[in-house]
């Protein structure tokens, strides 16, 4: 499989360029295509040992403030597909404070209601991640 997470300090990852792509497509399709290769490279077995240190390594490059972004501006599969990675990077320790400061958690909330079963198991998952061993930081 493709490292979509390059070991040059300094360079923005794959995954953050196709991030930041989908700020400016418009094609859901696309948009969808994109998120599926980031869901398959954060969930392959293939890559358990990077894939911590590659989280972090987008983290630092703004991956999560883009996400927030297609998140609060999307709806439907786009939206469940961001929120199924921010369920998987929410995993990573490092990532659980910095997804409550940025205010996932509200933005999560009012998901869980949802008539669409499959995105309100999605944002009960991603809550559950980003609270685990964070309770301090979410009561604050």
């Known amino acids: 499989m493709e490292n979509l997470f390059p070991t040059a300090e300094g360079q923005p990852s794959k995954v953050q360029k196709m991030?930041?792509?989908l700020q400016?497509?418009?094609?859901?399709?696309?948009?969808n295509q994109s998120l599926d290769r980031i869901l398959n490279y954060l969930t392959s077995a293939d890559n358990e040992e990077t894939v911590e240190e590659?989280?972090?390594?987008?983290?630092?490059?703004?991956?999560?403030?883009?996400?927030?972004?297609?998140?609060?501006?999307?709806?439907?599969e786009t939206q469940s597909k961001v929120i199924q990675i921010l369920a998987e990077l929410a995993k990573v320790e490092a990532l659980r404070v910095p997804c409550v400061n940025l205010g996932f958690v509200?933005?999560?909330?009012?998901?869980?209601?949802?008539?669409?079963?499959?995105?309100?198991?999605?944002?009960?998952?991603?809550?559950?991640?980003?609270?685990?061993?964070?309770?301090?930081?979410?009561?604050?």
């Open 19 to 21: 991030l930041e792509k």
């Open 24 to 31: 400016i497509l418009d094609n859901e399709v696309e948009q």
């Open 54 to 76: 590659a989280i972090e390594t987008a983290a630092e490059g703004g991956m999560l403030d883009d996400l927030y972004s297609i998140l609060t501006n999307t709806k439907g």
């Open 106 to 140: 509200p933005i999560l909330l009012p998901i869980l209601e949802s008539e669409d079963i499959a995105i309100a198991t999605q944002a009960c998952r991603t809550l559950g991640n980003i609270c685990f061993e964070n309770g301090e930081q979410i009561y604050k």
